[in-house]
């Protein structure tokens, strides 16, 4: 986030804090009806969560997050 969308410390630290908020609830339960064990983190969450930050800084939610090689940030 400090390097390839540009934020502050004070911003990363807002969309840290928020995303984890909402990524790392637990779900209800860890075994389905039929059996099956699921993942502890909702995975599609932190998918809709990244997008939402990448948007809010004004790119496109699906922007590939590298850098040219040439960019002057290296973080």
């Known amino acids: 986030m400090l ?3 540009r934020m ?4 990363c630290i807002d969309a840290y804090l928020s995303l984890s908020d909402r990524v ?12 099956e064990i699921q993942g502890r983190f909702d995975s599609d ?3 809709r969560a990244v ?19 040439d960019a002057s940030c290296k973080v």
């Not at 502050?8 to 911003?11: F, G, L, R, V």
């Not at 790392?24 to 059996?35: L, P, Q």
């Not at 997008?51 to 090689?69: F, S, T």
């Open 45 to 47: 969450e932190l998918a």
């Open 51 to 69: 997008k939402e930050i990448v948007k809010r800084q004004g790119l496109q939610e699906d922007a590939l997050l590298k850098d040219a090689p």
């Open 8 to 11: 502050s410390i004070n911003e």
């Open 24 to 35: 790392f609830r637990k779900k209800r339960h860890r075994v389905t009806i039929k059996g």
């Open 3 to 5: 390097g390839r969308l």
